[in-house]
């Protein structure tokens, strides 16, 4: 059963650091993972959606990347704001019969994440 | 509309009565997931739809857990005889396309809270 965990589980810094948040997964059979933001009493909003043949994607200050064969995936917040204050979950969508997927996500538990001015 | 969007937001309902939460999905869209989010916790996958088939309901907990979407676009998850663990909120995604290379949109969710 594959699991996903996401480290640190709570994360405060000053704004304008970069951070790193970390996400691992046991089962490398994956089509694709993605990252996510959740903000209080909201749904989750797509920040980051990389292919397993991919190595990285980048939007704005966000960057991920994923190394599938060591389960690893870590999404890069540059110069962060106090509006990127936030819980950050990263799901992975497993690889199914014949090589697809149909986008049964499996989650972490999310880093919650506050930047203070 | 422009988004996936859920109705009701919030659901206060007494243990053993029936409940009933839609899901509208972006036009279009083939795919549809429910998922359901303790409090602290991430999303776990109830059930899948492709247009109106139910291709995958193996995250429903119980037999008390139902969900439909007859004519290939809303979608309702009916819970009966509402327990106290089924507290939760519960989320409504599509994509465009059996998920292939397509990210999945949320909708914000309503909040059952079962007293």
């Known amino acids: 059963k594959q699991e996903v965990t996401q480290i640190p589980a709570a994360l405060s810094v000053p704004e304008g650091e970069n951070l790193v948040l970390n996400c691992s997964f046991t089962d490398s059979a994956i089509y694709n993972l993605q990252w996510f933001r959740q903000d209080p009493g909201k749904g989750l909003t797509s920040l980051l959606l990389i292919q397993s043949s991919q190595r990285e994607q980048t939007s704005g200050r966000l960057n991920a990347s994923l190394d599938k064969s060591s389960g690893r995936s870590t999404l890069y917040i540059a110069a962060s704001q106090p509006g990127d204050s936030a819980t950050y979950l990263c799901?992975?969508?497993?690889?199914?019969?014949?090589?697809?997927?149909?986008?049964?996500?499996?989650f972490g538990q999310g880093t919650i994440l506050t930047v203070h001015p | 509309g422009a988004g996936v969007s859920q109705s009701p937001r919030y659901k206060v309902a007494k243990r053993g009565q029936d409940v009933a939460l839609r899901c509208d999905p972006i036009s279009g869209h083939v795919s549809l997931f429910w998922y359901q989010q303790a409090l602290g916790q991430g999303p776990e996958f109830l059930t899948y739809f492709q247009n109106e088939a139910q291709l995958d309901k193996s995250g429903l907990p119980s037999d008390r857990f139902f969900a439909e979407r007859p004519e290939g676009s809303v979608s309702t998850l009916k819970i009966q005889r509402t327990q106290q663990e089924d507290s939760a909120v519960y989320l409504c995604?599509?994509?465009?396309?059996?998920?292939?290379?397509?990210?999945?949109?949320f909708g914000d969710g309503t909040r059952l809270s079962i007293l």
């Open positions: 995604a599509s994509s465009l396309f059996l998920g292939l290379k397509q990210p999945q949109h």
């Open positions: 799901a992975v969508n497993p690889l199914g019969a014949g090589g697809t997927s149909y986008g049964k996500l499996t």
